[in-house]
C-alpha cells in the first residue's frame, strides 16, 4: 500500500509543467512523501540528504526519477536545479566542437550534481541517467540564499564539495598513468566500496573511454587480470581481488 501526500502546489511549479522540453517535472505534479513497503529499487532512495541539510532547503525539494539514458537537461539550458543523487548514477556529458561527446563527470547515490552550475547562467553539459535513478531537486536560488545565510551549512558544504574536488583529481592522475592495467586497477581501488566492489552500469565503451583506452585494449587487459585472479566480474561489479 503505498500512501501519498500532496503538499502545496506552487504556481511556478505548475506553469513549468506545461513546458514542451521539461518532461521530469510532468512525473511529479507536487512534492510527494511517499511510504511503502512495496518500493522498487528504482523509487527506494539508497541515501537520504545530509544532516547539514537545512530544513528550509529540505521543505523545497521536489522528487525526480529517472530511468537508464533518459535525460535530466540539456546543456545550455537555463540553470533552475541542482540536485541530490538518492539512489543510481549520473553523468555530465558535453558536446565538443568536432560533434563528440566527453564525460565530464560521474555522479553516485550519496553525492549532489550540478552544484557547480550554482556559479553560471546556463547548463554546461548534458546530464543523463546511467541506470534508473532517483534525485531531489533544490531551487538554485533557494540554494544560493541558504548557503549565504547560514555559516554552518556552508562550510559543511564546502567540505563536501572538496571532496568531490579530490575525485576528480584522482581522475586526472589515473589518466596520466601509462599502462591500461594501472588505470583499471587505479579506478577499482579510487571508485570501489569498501570491499573493492566496483558498480559500473554503462556499456565498457564508456569505461574505456573514462579511461582513455581503446575498448579492446580495456576488453583484453580486464580477461588478464580475471584470469590472473586480480579481479572478479559479474555482470555490472567488478571486484578487486588483490593489488595486481
Not at 500532496?6 to 521539461?22: C, I, M, T, W
Not at 526519477?65 to 533518459?70: D, I, N, T, V, Y
Not at 587487459?221 to 581481488?241: A, C, V
Request: proline fraction near 5%; aromatic fraction near 6%.
Amino acid at each position: 500500500m503505498i500512501a501519498i501526500r500532496f503538499a502545496s502546489l506552487r504556481h511556478s511549479n505548475f506553469s513549468r509543467l506545461f513546458a514542451p522540453k521539461a518532461r521530469c517535472d510532468c512525473r511529479i505534479l507536487a512534492k510527494i512523501e511517499i511510504s511503502t513497503n512495496t518500493m522498487t529499487q528504482h523509487e527506494k532512495p539508497a541515501h537520504v540528504p545530509p544532516d547539514f541539510l537545512p530544513a528550509s532547503l529540505r521543505n523545497e525539494a521536489r522528487i525526480i526519477l529517472l530511468s537508464k539514458g533518459e535525460r535530466l537537461f540539456n546543456q545550455d539550458d537555463p540553470v533552475e536545479e541542482l540536485f541530490f543523487i538518492e539512489s543510481g548514477e549520473l553523468k555530465a556529458i558535453r558536446l565538443q566542437l568536432n560533434g563528440t561527446q566527453a564525460i565530464m563527470v560521474r555522479a553516485h547515490a550519496g553525492d549532489f550534481f550540478a552544484e557547480s552550475a550554482m556559479a553560471v547562467p546556463r547548463y554546461t553539459c548534458h546530464a543523463e541517467a546511467v541506470c534508473p535513478s532517483r534525485l531531489l531537486a533544490f531551487p538554485v536560488e533557494a540554494f544560493r540564499d541558504a548557503l549565504a545565510q547560514d555559516g554552518r551549512f556552508a562550510l559543511a558544504f564546502s567540505l563536501a564539495m572538496a571532496s568531490h574536488a579530490r575525485r576528480q583529481c584522482s581522475r586526472q592522475e589515473r589518466l596520466r598513468l601509462k599502462r591500461a592495467r594501472e588505470r583499471i586497477l587505479h579506478l577499482l581501488t579510487c571508485e570501489g566500496d569498501a570491499n573493492g566492489v566496483l558498480e559500473w552500469h554503462s556499456p565498457l565503451v564508456e569505461m574505456a573511454e573514462e579511461l582513455g583506452l581503446e575498448p579492446e585494449t580495456l576488453y583484453r587487459t580486464l580477461r588478464e587480470l580475471e584470469q590472473e585472479g586480480t579481479i572478479e566480474r559479474n555482470r555490472s561489479r567488478i571486484r578487486l581481488l588483490r593489488p595486481g
